[in-house]
Structures are given as structure tokens and as C-alpha cells.
């Protein structure tokens, strides 16, 4: 049974969890004047977080399984000496390429924290309490996408991006400190316990893909993160521009207000047991439309704080439904594998925003990519409703599927 030692080790997983993931998104924020920094074009500055975005995502799917051979304190310093040193390496660089590269080193020394974090969290928590754990942890992670975005465009307007990264890797670096206190042993023995097995345990990793109601439901979070990600990462060049002409500081303070969706969190978990899960994803999916339309129409700074408001709150009351309703579809065993697809899934969809949805700015402007982000929150919705009349009856027994 968890007791508060287990929680305090939540909170510094939630912690680190949250700077790993912002370093990925320190670059959103700051596109533009990355790109000015090397001669290029305001377009090429987004280069700098798909590379880093895609380069997370391939490695938390590598590193997802080694949770099982190593103990998360290893990995959770791995990773974050790995992202600050990457993180220091790329505030030096003098050509554009280095700075991809190093940009690309950092997401994924950075997916590593995450990785092993997930698969902490079963051993922390009740079968009761796994899916608001599960809410905590993905909380964090999206509050770290908040202050990724946010950081850098405060400091940057006082320090310059260079100095504002070094602020950022030196905060990594402490975190190595706080990650000392997570337990040192490994998790409860793996099916694949030898290293020479990793491909196996690969292969079981992919064998979850073959779950069609699984499929739905990493498809669902896809959708969503595309609107989502793709809808915040282009207000940032709409904000630069009339009648807003919002300066780097200004636009980090307005990405401070994701923090509010820290309350969608214990929001969602309070409606689940009432009306269950579907219901609380397709509600916040409704959310997340009427931001990206608020955001659309706005002409005004209050108009720009609403939306990104209800977008957080959305985004985040949606998160932890989803997954609720994923970890139901699953053993206790795999919940582990099955986090990490599912946030690859996630995290694929913010590199794939990021690199289609830029050819829709530059031709449509923020209408297209608000059309383009509104069919992709759809799309999310409709896989929940299709996904509800395909569920075989003897499933509605399983846990976090009670009230489908």
C-alpha cells in the first residue's frame, strides 16, 4: 500500500519528470529569434523542435524497456546529465546544424527520465489509485511542455536564448540531485531480464499494437495531441504578428497559464467515477475546439488568455481520461509498455505537427492551421464514439471501463 515515502517519491518523479520534457520545448517559444541568430529565415527556427520532438520520441520507445533492467534512479540520471550537458553544448553552438544536433542529443537523453518514471508509478500506487497517479505523472509532463515554452522567452528578454538555455541545463543539473532520492533497486524481475533479451522484450512492446481497441485509443491521443500541439506551436508566430505583436517575454507569460491545467487533473478524476471516462474525454475534446476557435477569433489579449485557458484545461482533463481507459485494456504487467506506446503515439504527433503544419502556415496563415487542428480534434472524437460500439460487453468489467 502506498504510504507517504511512496508519495513524496511521486512528487520528485512528477518534478523531474516535468524539467526533462521542458527541455524539449525550450526552443517553441523562441523560433523566430533562433533562426535570426543564424542568418535564417523565421521558418527555419522550427527545425529546432521537430528535430528534438522526434528525436525524444524514437527514444522513449528505445529506452521505454530498459525501466525493467535498470533502477530509476540510473535512468532518471542518465537522462538528465545526458539533457544537461546537450542542453549547455547546444547554448555554444556557432552553426545552425551543430545547434540541431545537439538539440536532437538532449530530447533524447531527455525521453529517458520520462520512460523510467511511467514505470515507477505501478509500484507507488494502488490498483485504486494507478489511473490518478497515471494522471499526475501525464500532468507533469504537459506542465513541463508549459514551462519548456514558457522559461526561455522570460530569460531570453533579460540573458539572450544562449544564457536562458545555460539557466536551463544548470536547473537539470540540480535535478540530478533530486533524482538521487528515488529507489535505487530495479523494478519487480522482468519477463526479459537479461540484456541479451532486449529485442524480445522490444517485441513485446509491439505486440500491444496488435490490440485493435489499444490501436483506437493511441490513435485518439494522436488526433489530439496533433490539434492541440499544432494549434499552440503556430500562436506563437500569430502572436509576433498584428495587432498582437507580443515580444518573447510577453508570449512566455501567456504559456505560464498552461499551469492551470493542473486542476483538469484532479477534475477529471473526480467526473470519471461519476460518468466515466468517455464521457470526460469527449467533454474536454469539446474544450479544446472552442479554444482553437477562441484563439482563431481573438483580436485582444484576453481573448488569447481564455483560449489558451480552455486549451490547457482540455487538453488536460482529456489526458488522464484516455489513459484511464488504456490501462483498463491492459494487464498490470504491461501497463508499463503500454504508457510508453502511448506517449510515443503523443509524442509523434507533436513532431508531425510541427513538420506538416508548417506549409499550412506559410500558404493559409493561423485560419489553416486552426481548420487543420479542429479536424484533428474531431477526428479524436469520432474514434471515442465509433470506439464505444465496438467494445465487446464482456469489457466493460475491466478496470477504468466501468462507465465506457
Not at 492551470?260 to 469527449?282: E, H, N, Q
Not at 492551421?369 to 460487453?393: N, R
Request: with cysteine; glycine share 8%.
Amino acid at each position: 500500500m502506498p504510504t507517504s515515502n511512496n508519495k513524496f517519491t511521486l512528487f520528485i518523479a512528477c518534478l523531474i519528470t516535468c524539467l526533462a520534457v521542458g527541455s524539449v520545448y525550450l526552443t517553441q517559444s523562441i523560433f523566430p529569434l533562433l533562426a535570426h541568430s543564424y542568418g535564417l529565415p523565421d521558418s527555419a527556427g522550427r527545425l529546432t523542435f521537430t528535430y528534438a520532438s522526434i528525436a525524444y520520441a524514437i527514444a522513449f520507445f528505445v529506452f521505454g524497456p530498459w525501466s525493467d533492467l535498470l533502477s530509476p534512479k540510473k535512468l532518471a540520471s542518465v537522462g538528465l546529465i545526458g539533457s544537461a550537458l546537450a542542453l549547455a553544448l547546444a547554448a555554444s553552438t556557432s552553426q545552425f546544424d551543430y545547434l540541431l544536433i545537439a538539440l536532437m542529443a538532449m530530447g533524447a537523453a531527455a525521453a529517458i527520465v520520462p520512460a523510467a518514471m511511467f514505470a515507477l508509478v505501478p509500484r507507488l500506487a494502488t490498483p485504486q489509485q494507478l489511473g490518478s497517479y497515471f494522471g499526475l505523472l501525464i500532468a507533469a509532463s504537459v506542465i513541463g511542455i508549459s514551462v519548456g515554452r514558457s522559461v526561455p522567452s522570460l530569460l531570453t528578454g533579460v540573458l539572450g536564448w544562449r544564457n536562458a538555455f545555460l539557466c536551463y541545463a544548470a536547473l537539470l543539473a540540480l535535478a540530478v540531485a533530486i533524482a538521487q532520492k528515488l529507489p535505487a533497486a530495479n523494478s519487480a524481475p522482468s519477463k526479459f531480464p537479461a540484456w541479451s533479451s532486449l529485442p524480445k522484450l522490444y517485441l513485446a512492446t509491439l505486440e500491444l499494437l496488435t490490440h485493435a481497441r489499444l490501436l483506437r485509443l493511441f490513435a485518439t491521443g494522436f488526433a489530439l495531441f496533433f490539434g492541440y500541439l499544432g494549434c499552440i506551436t503556430f500562436l506563437t508566430y500569430r502572436l509576433h504578428q498584428a495587432p498582437f505583436q507580443f515580444d518573447t517575454t510577453q508570449i512566455g507569460g501567456i504559456g505560464f497559464l498552461g499551469l492551470i491545467a493542473i486542476l483538469g487533473a484532479p477534475l477529471s478524476g473526480r467526473l470519471m467515477a461519476k460518468t466515466g471516462p468517455r464521457k470526460v474525454a469527449l467533454g474536454s475534446l469539446i474544450l479544446v475546439l472552442l479554444a482553437i476557435a477562441t484563439l482563431t477569433m481573438a483580436t485582444s489579449a484576453s481573448a488569447i488568455v481564455t483560449g489558451v485557458l480552455l486549451m490547457f484545461l482540455g487538453v488536460f482533463s482529456c489526458q488522464p481520461a484516455i489513459f484511464t481507459m488504456i490501462s483498463g485494456n491492459v494487464p498490470a504487467t504491461r501497463r508499463g509498455a503500454a504508457s510508453s506506446l502511448y506517449l510515443l503515439t503523443w509524442l509523434g504527433a507533436v513532431s508531425a505537427a510541427s513538420a506538416s503544419l508548417g506549409t499550412v502556415w506559410n500558404q493559409f496563415g493561423f485560419q489553416g492551421i486552426a481548420i487543420s487542428s479542429s479536424a484533428a480534434i474531431l477526428l479524436a472524437a469520432s474514434i471515442l464514439l465509433v470506439d464505444k460500439f465496438l467494445i465487446q460487453p464482456q469489457s466493460a468489467s475491466t478496470a477504468g471501463l466501468a462507465k465506457p
